[in-house]
């Protein structure tokens, strides 16, 4: 499990840390940006190791689950990522609704 944690660390310094060091020095400009990247290596970058088609989309082809929605309803937000981070008041609401969805399933 550890290789693979550092394997990711090092694709998300390559792909991402290196070209963007200069937005460190504003935190909130970074974020946003490693969220837009992270968001787009899960949703839309194909990964050999899963035979060419994004994370998301391999766990929905191999696994589905009928009662999950997580994908969809988070998706959709976080295509906006930045409204999240400038007005945590909306974060903090999306949060507790996602986590309420959660109780009603057990």
Same mark, same amino acid.
């Given at each position: 499990m550890n290789a693979h944690a550092e394997r990711f660390n090092r694709t998300l310094q390559e792909e991402y840390i290196d070209y963007h060091e200069d937005e460190l020095l504003d935190p909130e400009q970074f974020n946003v940006g490693l969220m837009q990247h992270l968001l787009w290596h899960n949703t839309e %970058? #194909?990964?050999?190791? /899963?035979?060419?088609?994004?994370?998301?989309?391999?766990?929905?082809?191999?696994?589905?689950?009928?009662?999950?929605?997580?994908?969809?309803?988070?998706?959709?937000?976080?295509? %906006? #990522?930045?409204?999240? /981070?400038?007005?945590?008041?909306?974060?903090?609401?999306?949060?507790a609704r996602h986590h309420s969805s959660w109780r009603q399933m057990d």
């Open positions: %970058r #194909p990964h050999w190791s /899963l035979k060419m088609k994004p994370p998301v989309q391999f766990i929905q082809d191999n696994f589905p689950h009928p009662e999950c929605n997580m994908y969809v309803a988070d998706t959709q937000m976080s295509r %906006r #990522p930045w409204l999240h /981070l400038s007005q945590p008041r909306l974060r903090s609401q999306r949060l």
